[in-house]
């Protein structure tokens, strides 16, 4: 079935330091790729989506690129801020089309510390 | 425009109890989720719903969890016994007709 991996946390950085995230994806076809932000005590929110091949989806300075040569979807930021810490998943809908379920990674803790 | 509600925000209760969650997604989104979001986890599908009929319970555990979406606006879901595993955040989300999903802010479930 339809898969995704993570790369694992937990992640600290200094502000200012360059950030990747690590996501790659098994799936059939070639689904919209998306990453979900979770601020401490809240709920998920899109950061980002990418609907096909080679497409780049940038939110807030974040950006990914959807790789199908690598089936990869990783999340890069220039210059994390202490307000980016948060837990970050890649996530991909089921390749059933309708029904748009979503199959998340397990997540990446982020900290910045100032 | 209002977001998704859940309450409560935090529940603690014993082992066996029964505890319920309810949700209100935003206004006029057909497509309603609730999932299971277990520490250190990504969140896990339990119910779908479109309207008021259910889409997909596959991962529903349902000889303890029970859900429903009455007149296809809000969504109550249930647990009749609750176990030292079920502890986790339960997440409601909706959707309109795509694969953007807006989330809840949860419900942070406590069995003791």
């Known amino acids: 079935g339809d898969s995704v991996t993570q790369m694992e946390g937990p992640v600290t950085l200094s502000e200012e330091a360059f950030l990747t995230i690590n996501c790659t994806y098994t799936?059939?076809?070639?689904?919209?790729l998306f990453w979900y932000v979770q601020y401490p005590g809240e709920g998920l929110q899109l950061l980002l989506k990418?609907?096909?091949?080679?497409d780049k989806g940038s939110n807030k300075g974040f950006e990914a690129t959807y790789r199908k040569e690598t089936t990869s979807f990783h999340l890069e930021k220039g210059s994390v801020q202490v307000s980016d810490s948060a837990v970050y998943f890649c996530?991909?809908?089921?390749?059933?089309?309708?029904?748009?379920?979503?199959?998340f990674g397990k997540g990446t803790l982020l900290t910045v510390n100032p | 425009e209002a977001g998704v509600a859940q309450s409560p925000r935090y529940k603690i209760i014993e082992k066996r109890q029964s505890v319920a969650f309810w949700c209100n997604p935003i206004?006029?989104?057909?497509?309603l989720y609730w999932y299971q979001q277990i520490l250190g986890q990504g969140p896990k599908l339990l119910i779908q719903?479109?309207?008021?009929?259910?889409?997909?319970d596959s991962q529903l555990p349902k000889d303890r969890f029970s859900a429903e979406r009455l007149k296809g606006v809000d969504s109550t879901l249930k647990i009749q016994p609750a176990k030292l595993e079920d502890s986790a955040v339960y997440l409601c989300?909706?959707?309109?007709?795509?694969?953007?999903?807006?989330f809840g802010p949860g419900t942070r479930l406590t069995v003791t």
């Open positions: 206004s006029g989104h057909a497509t």
């Open positions: 799936a059939t076809g070639y689904p919209s």
């Open positions: 996530a991909l809908p089921d390749s059933g089309g309708s029904n748009y379920k979503l199959t």
């Open positions: 989300a909706s959707t309109f007709g795509s694969n953007e999903q807006y």
């Open positions: 990418a609907t096909k091949a080679d």
């Open positions: 719903f479109q309207n008021n009929g259910v889409v997909d």
